[in-house]
């Protein structure tokens, strides 16, 4: 059983995983460990698995996993957290934008009790002013809603104990939120800053689409509050709703007034957006627990290039 397991999702990083390779090789070469590193192919559509293959007959220690279609990062990084052997496993993505040789600090941190050392970003490098920004706005957001705060600046940059793990393994959430579930799990947590550096190549793998998806995830995975903010919205459209009524019986016995077509253009406009706004919410919900209860695995493997997983 190796001592220490590095675990890297990849799509698309054919231009990456040689340099990738290189700086996480002279990290490891340093280190008085056994090791080994499980690349998941999620799905890529360039010669990133053949890369992988060229990796792993390079050195028998990288082992690789191709899943049977893009299944999305979160999920592709549990297929590999669900391979991992080692006493300690290290997430780090393959854009270089989280730096490998972090690494002996993060095991010097774990030596001292620390079953999870966080990777936080006091820098981001190479990301525009939106990026910055509606990160920044995720992270005060999603701990606004959420019941388990989570570490702000803070990615899947990290690494963790065999326990730990095995305690994010026992959650079988299919819409998975991997940085919220490890705070969830507890155990002793400590931060270590550092700078994030733009990718090394390619473009980054979550456009404006997927960050909408993620924060929906991150939300609805650890906590109800939309639900309630909905039934507050839904109450306090009935209170305005009301109002208007007594206002309405008031203009027509003491004002003389003629009923016109703008209140009711508006009326109609603010009830009819509460309703399809906690119609939306409650769906949201909905639908999550359906896509739950159908028990699908989360992840299917087409190939392993390891003899001793097969």
Not at 18 to 24: A, D, I, S, Y
Not at 125 to 142: D, H, I, P, Q, T
């Amino acid at each position: 059983m190796p001592q220490l397991s590095v675990v890297v999702p990849c799509r698309n990083e054919v231009d990456t995983l040689r340099e990738l390779h290189r700086r996480l090789q002279s990290v490891l070469d340093g280190l008085n460990l056994s090791y080994e590193v499980i690349l998941i192919d999620d799905g890529s559509t360039d010669a990133t698995w053949e890369s992988i293959q060229s990796l792993h007959k390079h050195d028998p220690n990288y082992v690789g996993i191709r899943l049977t279609r893009n299944f999305g990062h979160q999920k592709a990084l549990t297929a590999g957290l669900d391979m991992s052997r080692g006493e300690q496993i290290l997430i780090l993505d393959a854009d270089l934008q989280d730096p490998p040789e972090l690494l002996p600090q993060m095991l010097e941190l774990a030596a001292q009790g620390y079953d999870v050392v966080l990777g936080k970003r006091q820098e981001r490098r190479g990301e525009s002013w939106f990026k910055r920004a509606s990160a920044s706005l995720f992270y005060r957001v999603v701990n606004r809603l959420s019941d388990r705060p989570l570490p702000e600046d803070v990615g899947d940059f990290r690494l963790m104990s065999r326990r730990a793990l095995e305690a994010l393994k026992s959650m079988p959430e299919y819409h998975r939120f991997i940085r919220g579930m490890v705070s969830w799990v507890g155990f002793p947590q400590v931060e270590l800053k550092y700078r994030r550096e733009a990718r090394w190549a390619g473009q980054t793998k979550y456009p404006f689409r997927k960050m909408v998806a993620f924060a929906i995830d991150a939300i609805t995975s650890f906590s109800i509050r939309p639900l309630t903010l909905a039934s507050y919205a839904g109450f306090f459209s009935g209170l305005v709703g009301a109002a208007l009524l007594v206002y309405s019986i008031y203009a027509w016995l003491h004002l003389n007034a003629v009923p016109g077509w703008t209140s009711v253009i508006c009326v109609m406009a603010i009830f009819s957006s509460v309703q399809l706004f906690v119609l939306g919410v409650i769906g949201e919900y909905l639908g999550r627990l359906y896509e739950q209860s159908k028990n699908r695995p989360l992840y299917l493997i087409q190939e392993i290039c390891n003899g001793k997983l097969e």
